[in-house]
């Protein structure tokens, strides 16, 4: 999670690079007060989501989209029935779902009525997006599990170890209790990243005419010593 670069020398310059340092991100329960903060680090790092961008047509109908889901996934989803952590900087946020909680329900459903103006409309696409989100609520594992919604940087602090530390410190008890997690990850190029940290992939699904593909990933129980 923590890594100084040591430093380094052009050997045809030989000018010095200057040490890179990385601070450890400090993992911390996300609380009303970040919310608003939240949104906009989750809307920018989903931009570039190909789920968003099929379901969202348009850059200014998406964000704006984008706005109002996170707003009510964090707000009335998973700071009232869920975990959510984000770092000391706010530089992201996972939101979790533990073993034993309700899935979403009708409820849930009327909260995200005004979601429902910057979705594809009410052309030919909209049965289609209704079929998606039903296939991947299918397709979530009936044994209890830990279950990662949503996991976001904000694009200027990726690859500096946000995601890394909001998910291991999820993992480390996860571990502890000895049971599985798992996730649909939208986007290919982040297979591997979770890979690392011990996810599968065990199936896809499709989408037609040219739509997102989305991973489902399954991380196995560790037993707690490991």
Request: no cysteine; glycine share 10%.
């Amino acid at each position: 999670m923590t890594r100084i670069e040591g430093e380094d020398h052009n050997r045809d310059t030989d000018v010095s690079v200057p040490r890179v340092r990385r601070e450890p991100h400090v993992v911390r329960r996300v609380v009303p007060g970040d919310v608003e903060t939240l949104v906009e680090v989750l809307a920018r790092a989903f931009d570039d989501d190909p789920v968003p961008q099929w379901l969202f047509r348009g850059d200014r109908r998406r964000r704006r989209g984008l706005r109002r889901f996170f707003a009510i996934q964090l707000r009335h989803t998973y700071l009232e029935r869920g975990e959510v952590y984000t770092t000391g900087e706010l530089a992201g946020a996972a939101m979790w779902s533990p073993p034993g909680r309700a899935r979403p329900g009708w409820r849930d459903l009327v909260r995200l009525v005004p979601v429902m103006p910057y979705l594809t409309g009410l052309g030919r696409d909209t049965p289609e997006a209704a079929r998606l989100l039903s296939a991947v609520d299918a397709a979530r594992p009936v044994e209890p599990h830990w279950y990662l919604a949503t996991l976001g940087t904000d694009p200027e602090r990726q690859r500096t170890g946000v995601g890394s530390a909001l998910l291991g410190s999820v993992l480390d008890g996860v571990d502890a209790e000895g049971l599985p997690a798992y996730l649909e990850s939208s986007k290919e190029s982040n297979l591997a990243f979770y890979g690392r940290h011990g996810f599968e992939v065990t199936g896809e699904i499709r989408t037609p005419r040219g739509g997102p593909t989305l991973w489902l990933m399954w991380r196995r129980a560790r037993p707690p010593a490991a």
